[in-house]
C-alpha cells in the first residue's frame, strides 16, 4: 500500500516562528501536493510539485514556501508563522498520469496551532 | 476545472442504501468524476472514479447519466463506520491541471443505529 507520512501529527508553535513540515511517501510518486484544511472552507491547496526541485503555486501560497529535493520527501515552510495560518496541514501525493482529480493519496495530516 | 455542487448534509440509518448526488453542469470531455471520503482528524480517501455510465467497486457505485452534469455516489447498506464527508471533484489528466483539483465543503452524511 502506498503509504504517505507526515512527520507531526500536533505542533504548537509561537507567533514569527519558522515551522517545517515534512512529509514522505514511498511510492515514487512524481506528484506532491500541500493542502490545507478549515471548517467550512474545505481543502485548499498550498503548493504542489510534479518534480524534484519543481514546485507550482496553488490557490493559498502566501506565507509559505516548499522545498522538493529528493523525489520521496516534500516540505512545507512557514518562515514566520501567524495565528492565522492554525489549521490542519495535508500532504498528498499521486503519480502523473492518473487522472488528475484521481487517486491522489493523503497524510494523516498535521494540526497545525500558532499561538 | 468544473464546479461541483453536493449537499451539505445527509443523514440515514444504518442498512439503508444512501445516495449523494453531485452537480457539475459544466464538466468539459476529458474531466472523469471522482469521490473521496474523510473521517474526522485523517486525510481524504479515495472511493470510486468514473467517467460514463456505471462504475462498481467494492465500496460503492459511481452513477454517471449520458450528459454527465451529475453523478451519484451510492453507498450500499451503510453502517455507523460510514459516517463520513465526502467529496465530488472532476479534472482531467495532465500536470497543466493538477494545481486546480478543487475540494469542496463536501457532505457530511451522518449514520445512525
Same mark, same amino acid.
Given at each position: 500500500?502506498?503509504?504517505?507520512?507526515?512527520?507531526?501529527?500536533?505542533?504548537?508553535?509561537?507567533?514569527?516562528?519558522?515551522?517545517?513540515?515534512?512529509?514522505?511517501?514511498?511510492?515514487?510518486?512524481?506528484?506532491?501536493?500541500?493542502?490545507?484544511?478549515?471548517?467550512?472552507?474545505?481543502?485548499?491547496?498550498?503548493?504542489?510539485?510534479?518534480?524534484?526541485?519543481?514546485?507550482?503555486?496553488?490557490?493559498?501560497?502566501?506565507?509559505?514556501?516548499?522545498?522538493?529535493?529528493?523525489?520521496?520527501?516534500?516540505?512545507?515552510?512557514?518562515?514566520?508563522?501567524?495565528?492565522?495560518?492554525?489549521?490542519?496541514?495535508?500532504?498528498?501525493?499521486?503519480?502523473?498520469?492518473?487522472?488528475?482529480?484521481?487517486?491522489?493519496?493523503?497524510?494523516?495530516?498535521?494540526?497545525?496551532?500558532?499561538? | 476545472?468544473?464546479?461541483?455542487?453536493?449537499?451539505?448534509?445527509?443523514?440515514?440509518?444504518?442498512?439503508?442504501?444512501?445516495?449523494?448526488?453531485?452537480?457539475?453542469?459544466?464538466?468539459?470531455?476529458?474531466?472523469?468524476?471522482?469521490?473521496?471520503?474523510?473521517?474526522?482528524?485523517?486525510?481524504?480517501?479515495?472511493?470510486?472514479?468514473? $467517467?460514463?455510465?456505471? &462504475?462498481?467497486? #467494492?465500496?460503492? @457505485?459511481?452513477?454517471?447519466?449520458?450528459?454527465?452534469? %451529475?453523478? !451519484?455516489?451510492?453507498?450500499?447498506?451503510?453502517?455507523?463506520?460510514?459516517?463520513?464527508? $465526502?467529496?465530488?471533484? &472532476?479534472?482531467? #489528466?495532465?500536470? @497543466?491541471?493538477?494545481?486546480?483539483?478543487?475540494?469542496? %465543503?463536501? !457532505?457530511?452524511?451522518?449514520?445512525?443505529?
Amino acid at each position: 500500500d502506498v503509504k504517505v507520512t507526515q512527520s507531526s501529527r500536533y505542533l504548537v508553535k509561537r507567533t514569527g516562528e519558522k515551522v517545517f513540515l515534512e512529509c514522505v511517501q514511498d511510492m515514487d510518486h512524481e506528484n506532491m501536493f500541500w493542502y490545507r484544511q478549515d471548517p467550512g472552507l474545505g481543502l485548499r491547496l498550498i503548493y504542489f510539485s510534479y518534480d524534484v526541485k519543481m514546485k507550482e503555486k496553488g490557490d493559498i501560497p502566501e506565507g509559505y514556501s516548499v522545498s522538493r529535493e529528493k523525489k520521496e520527501r516534500f516540505s512545507l515552510i512557514l518562515e514566520s508563522a501567524s495565528t492565522n495560518q492554525t489549521s490542519m496541514y495535508l500532504c498528498a501525493s499521486s503519480f502523473t498520469g492518473t487522472s488528475v482529480a484521481g487517486e491522489l493519496f493523503f497524510g494523516e495530516g498535521s494540526r497545525l496551532t500558532v499561538l | 476545472l468544473a464546479k461541483t455542487t453536493q449537499p451539505i448534509s445527509m443523514d440515514s440509518y444504518e442498512g439503508q442504501e444512501v445516495n449523494i448526488t453531485c452537480s457539475h453542469n459544466n464538466i468539459a470531455t476529458n474531466d472523469y468524476i471522482t469521490w473521496y471520503q474523510q473521517f474526522p482528524s485523517q486525510g481524504p480517501r479515495f472511493i470510486i472514479q468514473g $467517467y460514463k455510465t456505471k &462504475v462498481t467497486n #467494492e465500496v460503492a @457505485s459511481l452513477f454517471i447519466p449520458a450528459d454527465r452534469k %451529475s453523478s !451519484t455516489l451510492s453507498l450500499p447498506r451503510v453502517s455507523l463506520s460510514d459516517t463520513a464527508v $465526502y467529496y465530488c471533484l &472532476v479534472g482531467d #489528466e495532465g500536470r @497543466s491541471s493538477a494545481s486546480k483539483i478543487i475540494f469542496g %465543503s463536501g !457532505t457530511r452524511l451522518s449514520i445512525r443505529p
